[in-house]
């Protein structure tokens, strides 16, 4: 008990010590942070280098997630009048403007945005289950002809048999309907290019 009381006592004395000597060598808090330096403002540098296209999803309470397409990239998107959905390759990324095969797209011309979604369950899920239906409604058709029971005749549909199988390929249904997840471009959800560091 005296040994651990000692070794807070130290390691408080030792937090309250560094945070003086960071005080006095002038290390930059955040609100130093946050006041903007005229001089720099006022250069106005453009920065160059290559760019990605980020589609930023404002969630709640103030959570941002990032999606990021890279040159190469293939994307999905939905022009503004237009009910056709297109699939390119991302060939480069300008300031305005979409890079993709066939020209130039401007940014603000995109509607919709498809994203794949990153679960692996989600896309394994809705191959596996309906085959997994399909070979579980098989076997217990199957199985009556391979058993050796007098009583049990082959090639009969059993209702428990019916409600898994039929279950596990409604599951693999439902499931291809969440593949990939639609992202209408407003004020929430933007479309922007950046710059990779």
């Known amino acids: 008990m005296k040994n651990n009381l000692c070794f807070y006592l130290f390691l408080i004395g030792l937090l309250c010590t560094q945070t003086l000597l960071a005080q006095e060598q002038g290390v930059e808090t955040r609100r130093d942070s946050t006041k903007t330096d005229t001089a720099a403002t006022k250069q106005n540098k453009e920065i160059t280098g290559p760019r990605f296209l980020a589609l930023d999803v404002h969630r709640r309470f103030g959570k941002v997630r990032r999606f990021r397409f890279y040159r190469g990239n293939s994307f999905e998107f939905k022009v503004k009048g237009s009910k056709e959905r297109f699939e390119t390759k991302i060939e480069s990324v300008g300031k305005t403007q979409l890079?993709?095969?066939?020209?130039?797209?401007?940014?603000?011309?995109?509607?919709?945005?498809?994203?794949?979604?990153?679960?692996?369950?989600?896309?394994?899920?809705?191959?596996?289950?309906?085959?997994?239906?399909?070979?579980?409604?098989?076997?217990?058709?199957?199985?009556?002809?391979?058993?050796?029971?007098?009583?049990?005749?082959?090639?009969?549909?059993?209702?428990?048999?019916?409600?898994?199988?039929?279950?596990?390929?409604?599951?693999?249904?439902?499931?291809?309907?969440?593949?990939?997840?639609?992202?209408?471009i407003n004020k929430r959800r933007i479309l922007r290019p950046m710059i990779k560091f």
Do not use: C
């Not at 005749?153 to 599951?171: M, N, Q, Y």
């Open 99 to 184: 890079g993709i095969l066939g020209g130039n797209l401007p940014l603000e011309n995109i509607d919709k945005v498809y994203v794949r979604n990153p679960g692996w369950f989600i896309h394994s899920g809705s191959v596996l289950l309906p085959i997994a239906g399909l070979g579980y409604f098989a076997l217990d058709m199957l199985n009556p002809a391979v058993d050796d029971n007098p009583g049990s005749k082959p090639f009969t549909v059993h209702r428990e048999a019916v409600i898994i199988s039929g279950s596990l390929i409604l599951t693999g249904i439902i499931l291809r309907f969440f593949k990939k997840r639609v992202f209408k």
